[in-house]
């Protein structure tokens, strides 16, 4: 073993070890339902030379799962660290700027952007004695709440709103949703989008396979009875893992549509920022098609940091819905 970790250091790790035999045996496991499934199934190699496409296409969305599961996985879900740090490295660049063009900072709908480019860091950046990071996180926040509230007592650094310690990757994560241990990593504002789509072709793989499963079933039935065993008892497995599948997609789509995170709304009284929220009134939301827009195509940037709505917008949002609100698509 020790060999082993000196030729490969990611084995060194426990975690990471783990997360890599996790990886393994979820690819494994895809290609013992496929390759079961054209092992046993005569009639779907026929079919398969009659109609080439239909194959095709089952293979081109079983790669597509696994691709996708390994973007998921590998990609960052946005670090509090990184955008600490790339906030800070430039503001230099950042005031520079400012002094040379004497233009005010921009901001788009109270969401402070860090890009790549540097183009926009707050306004909160300018006129500060504090360093660019702490005085931005402090804008975001409504006046009165002390440091101490939004400083992480693991990293001990300042969190913006939406963003929790995970013990699992001991780091600070943007829009904390969950660790998934499937994946080996965290779900959060770099990575959801990846994840949603993840579990919807993954979904979408699973029923395809139970219907090839069950038409094997009805042409092959009682030709010989181990086969028809293990394709029983992977066809169960795999209803159970669909029906797994399609209540998380629905879940994550409704958190989608109100801009909600999982740890939000399951841990929403211990979040102190969101206590006195009563629980129908969504503070991040900016009506389902903002939501959705700003989920799937608003990721240029790379780290978005939402600040929390005052006690005026808070009191609109909890206001029941009208008709009108609805014809006049307010909510939307």
């Known amino acids: 073993m020790g060999r082993s970790c000196s030729m490969f250091p990611c084995l060194a790790d426990p975690a990471?070890?783990?997360?890599?035999?996790?990886?393994?045996a979820l690819v494994t496991v895809h290609l013992i339902y496929a390759g079961v499934l054209f092992l046993f199934d005569g009639g779907l190699i026929e079919k398969t030379r009659k109609e080439p496409w239909y194959t095709a296409l089952y293979l081109l969305l079983f790669v597509a799962t696994l691709v996708q599961y390994f973007v998921a996985s590998l990609s960052s879900p946005g670090y509090v660290l990184d955008a600490m740090r790339a906030v800070n490295e430039r503001d230099a660049v950042y005031r520079k700027t400012y002094t040379t063009s004497k233009q005010p900072a921009s901001s788009k709908n109270g969401n402070f952007i860090v890009t790549l480019d540097g183009s926009q860091l707050g306004s909160s950046l300018l006129g500060s004695n504090s360093t660019s990071w702490s005085k931005l996180v402090a804008d975001l926040y409504p006046p009165g709440t002390t440091i101490r509230t939004w400083t992480c007592t693991y990293c001990n650094v300042e969190q913006p709103p939406r963003a929790k310690h995970c013990h699992d990757c001991d780091k600070c994560v943007l829009q904390f949703d969950h660790h998934c241990v499937w994946l080996g990593n965290c779900i959060g504002?770099?990575?959801?989008?990846?994840?949603?789509?993840?579990?919807c072709e993954e979904s979408a793989l699973c029923l395809w396979t139970g219907i090839l499963y069950i038409s094997y079933l009805k042409a092959y039935i009682s030709r010989a009875w181990w086969k028809d065993a293990i394709i029983i008892l992977l066809l169960i497995t795999l209803s159970m893992s669909l029906?797994?599948?399609l209540l998380l997609l629905l879940f994550h789509s409704y958190l989608i549509l109100t801009n909600q995170t999982t740890y939000e709304l399951v841990r929403r009284r211990r979040i102190f920022y969101l206590r006195g929220i009563p629980e129908r009134v969504y503070p991040f939301s900016k009506g389902v098609c903002r939501n959705l827009y700003n989920f799937c195509f608003a990721r240029s940037s790379i780290y978005s940091m939402e600040r929390l709505p005052t006690l005026q917008e808070l009191e609109e949002m909890s206001m029941p819905h009208t008709c009108w609100d609805v014809v006049a698509c307010r909510y939307c």
């Not at 990471?16 to 393994?24: G, Y």
């Open 243 to 245: 029906i797994f599948l």
């Open 189 to 199: 504002q770099g990575n959801h989008c990846r994840f949603w789509w993840f579990i």
């Open 16 to 24: 990471r070890r783990s997360s890599l035999f996790l990886k393994m």
